[in-house]
């Protein structure tokens, strides 16, 4: 019984471990590196760092919050721009000095290179 009863309190500690998915190659380059961000519909560009305590800055500033990681997903809390947890997907395969495209919920179509 008491052998059962310490199985099922060690398998529920390890499943919020198990759900979370580490970080796609791209997403661990983002972090590491930063990013500079241009945002279409605004004409705005502006560089973004984010650091290891799930904090980010960017746009000298003016955008700031927190980030966390779910696989190949970047979701960010910023209230400079009404973001909740707004989760946006990244391509695989990126690295330093590529440059792509992304669609923010909140802000709408990015080009993204990693510096």
């Given at each position: 019984?008491?052998?059962?009863?310490?199985?099922?309190?060690?398998?529920?500690?390890?499943?919020?471990?198990?759900?979370?998915?580490?970080?796609?190659?791209?997403?661990?380059?983002?972090?590491?590196?930063?990013?500079?961000?241009?945002?279409?519909?605004?004409?705005?560009?502006?560089?973004?760092?984010?650091?290891?305590?799930?904090?980010?800055?960017?746009?000298?500033?003016?955008?700031?919050?927190?980030?966390?990681?779910?696989?190949?997903k970047?979701?960010?809390?910023?209230?400079?721009?009404?973001?909740?947890?707004?989760?946006?997907?990244?391509?695989?395969?990126?690295?330093?000095?590529?440059?792509f495209?992304?669609?923010?919920?909140?802000?709408?179509?990015?080009?993204?290179?990693?510096k």
């Open positions: 019984m008491k052998f059962k009863l310490i199985t099922l309190v060690a398998a529920a500690v390890a499943m919020p471990a198990l759900a979370q998915t580490p970080p796609s190659d791209t997403l661990t380059e983002v972090i590491s590196k930063g990013v500079t961000v241009t945002v279409a519909q605004m004409a705005m560009t502006g560089d973004v760092t984010y650091k290891a305590d799930g904090t980010f800055s960017g746009f000298d500033g003016q955008y700031e919050g927190t980030y966390k990681v779910d696989g190949s970047l979701c960010v809390t910023a209230a400079a721009v009404g973001q909740d947890n707004a989760c946006v997907e990244y391509p695989a395969g990126k690295k330093s000095g590529d440059k495209k992304v669609t923010d919920p909140a802000v709408g179509d990015l080009e993204i290179t990693i």
